[in-house]
């Protein structure tokens, strides 16, 4: 290891650690706190592909250091502006509340109408991953069947699609559950969970991609941190940790074989547990540090700066507007083709799109932003609707280490938003919410 490279890590650590100590008292379900954590993970893995001898990756490792003390900054000015410790102290302290009955109605309905799109989105595509394991199929055609199920040309919208089968279903799936478990419905509790969790994996898995069913469960893990205190919560993580993060594992592994089967050589003599080991290592600290690496140099050279590439994206949010984005570009780069897509980081995006200064600006506006909607969280009252939605809210938020802020719509930050303005408009003026005893157990 390089002393440039030693120092660099150091240095990085220092700061970020020191910012997590302070704020280790308010880490449960805080974006803040997590997207402190992510982005050390997507830094610390960039740090150790940089080479310090080329301009472009010096000029990477600065403005990683730069957007850091930006973002910090952005949450040191919210944190003397908002009431945030008295804040937390009165959330903590009320019972945990179930919703009211309009809201639990609409939420039926949501989950109705999510299901509803989902069932049509597979059928339009014609392949769902799902049935064809269950069928015994066999998928020597991987990779372009995964292809096709997420990024051609049999659906209109996809990204519309995606905020229902993806977001909207899984949170409000999460809240029915937790209704029936908090109302003492254990049998409709059950219910939904045999009704529902096979429908879930048709829906999160059925394009092949293993990404939105961590996604999901992380969120709903969020979510429950939120909901419940830290007696609750020890109960709680004996069963849903250990359990449904292992079946979750276990789903991972099975759709990461089928995903690296084809390039895999008989005498590799790779196990499928060293196999999803490989693969966890490389998303966390490899894959898309080096995407936002070749992306970075591969723009670097275009010396331009302007917010066009944004403006496109946003335009990309309606279905009637197409084009090519720079993640295409790099795509290409990288493997030799614009079907897939390789993300910029968000710091090198944030800088290609308005230099130093706007990358400054945008992580100040993140960190003033993220600390804000923690205060916003913490100033209600403690209901499992809210819970599970700023719970989902606050996961994406950490998760934008890369891409645009189209991301954030993209993985449903808006549509979660707009579920909590709804919830306003119909929860005014009804009686006080059913309290729930906090004895709750959860064994």
């Known amino acids: ?7 660099t890590i150091l240095g990085y650590t220092a700061v970020t650690g020191f910012a997590i100590l302070l704020l280790w008292p308010f880490k449960r379900a805080n974006p803040v706190f997590w997207f402190l954590v992510f982005q050390y993970l997507m830094a610390s893995g960039t740090f150790l592909l940089v080479d310090f001898g080329r301009e472009s990756d010096y000029v990477y490792v600065l403005l990683y250091f730069l957007f850091l003390l930006a973002f910090l900054a952005g949450v040191g000015v919210t944190f003397n502006i908002v009431p945030i410790r008295k804040a937390f102290r009165t959330y903590w302290q009320q019972p945990v509340e179930v919703d009211a009955m ?8 949501l989950v109705g109408l999510s299901a509803l799109v989902t069932i049509i989105y597979y059928m339009a595509v014609g392949t769902n991953f799902v049935l064809l394991l269950v069928q015994g199929a066999t998928l020597d055609d991987y990779s372009n069947l995964r292809l096709k199920a997420y990024s051609g040309e049999q659906y209109f919208a996809p990204g519309y699609v995606n905020q229902f089968k993806n977001v909207l279903l899984p949170v409000g799936f999460s809240m029915l559950v937790l209704w029936a478990f908090y109302r003492g419905r254990r049998r409709l509790c059950w219910g939904y969970l045999i009704a529902g969790v096979p429908f879930l994996l048709y829906s999160l898995l059925g394009t092949g991609q293993r990404a939105f069913l961590v996604y999901a469960f992380i969120a709903f893990v969020f979510g429950l941190y939120l909901l419940l205190g830290k007696r609750e919560t020890k109960k ?17 592994s099975v759709f990461t074989y089928y995903y690296k089967k084809p390039s895999l050589k008989i005498d590799d003599g790779l196990s499928v547990v060293a196999l999803v080991m490989q693969e966890v290592f ?8 080096e995407g936002g690496l070749v992306g970075f140099r591969y ?6 700066h302007d917010p066009e590439e944004w403006v496109k994206e946003i335009m990309g949010i309606s279905p009637w507007f197409t084009y090519k984005s720079v993640a295409h570009e790099i795509s290409w780069v990288m493997y030799g083709t614009d079907r897939g897509t390789v993300p910029l980081s968000i710091v090198g995006s944030a800088y290609y799109n308005g230099g130093v200064v706007g990358l400054l600006v945008y992580a100040f506006l993140m960190g003033f932003s993220y600390i804000y909607v923690y205060y916003l969280a913490l100033r209600g009252r403690r209901t499992v609707y809210r819970a599970m939605i700023y719970g989902a809210i606050t996961f994406y938020l950490a998760l934008h280490v890369s ?8 993985n449903g930050v808006v549509a979660l938003m707009l579920m909590l303005l709804v919830r306003k408009l119909l929860a005014r003026d009804r009686p006080r919410l059913r309290h729930v005893d906090s004895s709750v157990q959860w064994n």
């Open 1 to 7: 290891m390089s002393l440039d490279l030693l120092l």
């Open 102 to 109: 309009i809201v639990r109605k609409w939420v039926f309905m």
């Open 236 to 252: 709680f993580s004996r069963r849903v940790l250990l359990v449904w993060g292992s079946v979750v594992l276990i789903l991972f």
């Open 282 to 289: 490389g998303r966390v600290l490899v894959t898309q540090q």
């Open 299 to 304: 723009l670097y050279e275009m010396k331009r």
């Open 403 to 410: 891409g645009s802020p189209v991301t954030l719509v993209n």
